[in-house]
C-alpha cells in the first residue's frame, strides 16, 4: 500500500474545494470557516468522501458536514454513505451527521438502517435520529423492535416521544433489568409521566 494515499487524497480534496471557491488549509478548518456550510460546499464533500481512499480522512469530512443547515443535505447520498462504509467509526460520523442535519428524504431508509443488525455500532445515534425526525406513530413501533435486540440504544429515544403504553412496556422491563439499562429505564419512564401529567394538567 502507498503511506502517501493519504496525504495524496487529502492534497487532491482540497484541490478540488479551492477550484470550486472553498479554500481551505485542511480538512480539519472546513466548519471553522464555513458555518454554517454553503449548499454548494455540502454537495461537495457529499460527492467527495466516496472517492477518498483512506477511512480517515473520510471520517473527517464526515465531521465537517455536521455545519450543514438542517434539512439541506442529500438524505440518498448519506444512506449510501452508510451502506457501502466498511469502518464502525466512519458509520458513526455519518450517523451523527444525519442526527444532528436531518437529512432530506431519509426517513424510509432510516426505519429500515435502524432495524438492521448490522447498523449495531450506530444504533444509540439511528434510533434518537428515528425519535427526531418522525412522527411518534412511525417512530415508537420500530423503537420497540429495537428494544428487543438493542434495548440501551432505544430507551432514551422511547422516553422522549413514548406514550402510556410504552411507558407501561419499560416498567415491565425494569425489574429483570441491571446496571446501565436500569438507570435508563428509570429515566426514560420518570420522563414520561411528567410529560404525562403535564398534559392532563393542561386539559385539566
Same mark, same amino acid.
Given at each position: ?26 480538512? @480539519? ?34 465531521? @465537517?458536514?455536521?455545519?450543514?443547515? *438542517?434539512?439541506t443535505l442529500d438524505g440518498a447520498a448519506l444512506a449510501e454513505l452508510f451502506d457501502t462504509a466498511t ?17 432530506? &428524504?431519509? &426517513? ?18 439511528? *434510533? ?10 412511525? @417512530?415508537?413501533?420500530? =423503537? ?51 410529560? =404525562? ?8
Amino acid at each position: 500500500m502507498n503511506t502517501d494515499q493519504p496525504a495524496w487524497d487529502q492534497s487532491q480534496f482540497l484541490a478540488a474545494l479551492a477550484e470550486a471557491g472553498f479554500s481551505v488549509s485542511s480538512v @480539519a478548518t472546513i466548519r471553522d470557516q464555513y458555518d454554517p456550510l454553503p449548499s454548494g460546499l455540502a454537495a461537495l464533500l457529499l460527492e467527495w468522501i466516496p472517492r477518498l481512499k483512506d477511512w480517515r480522512l473520510q471520517e473527517s469530512v464526515a465531521w @465537517a458536514l455536521l455545519a450543514a443547515r *438542517s434539512g439541506t443535505l442529500d438524505g440518498a447520498a448519506l444512506a449510501e454513505l452508510f451502506d457501502t462504509a466498511t469502518n464502525d467509526d466512519l458509520k458513526r460520523a455519518i450517523a451523527s451527521v444525519i442526527h444532528q442535519t436531518r437529512p432530506r &428524504n431519509i &426517513n424510509e431508509w432510516l426505519l429500515a438502517a435502524v432495524r438492521d443488525r448490522r447498523s449495531l455500532g450506530s444504533c444509540s445515534l439511528l *434510533s434518537a435520529s428515528v425519535a427526531k425526525m418522525l412522527p411518534p406513530d412511525r @417512530a415508537v413501533p420500530v =423503537l420497540l423492535e429495537v428494544l428487543q435486540d438493542s434495548p440501551l440504544a432505544a430507551v432514551h429515544p422511547l422516553g422522549k416521544i413514548g406514550d402510556s403504553s410504552v411507558r407501561d412496556v419499560l416498567v415491565a422491563a425494569l425489574p429483570v433489568a441491571t446496571g446501565p439499562l436500569r438507570r435508563e429505564l428509570r429515566q426514560a419512564i420518570a420522563r414520561i409521566e411528567r410529560r =404525562l401529567a403535564k398534559t392532563k394538567g393542561k386539559r385539566g
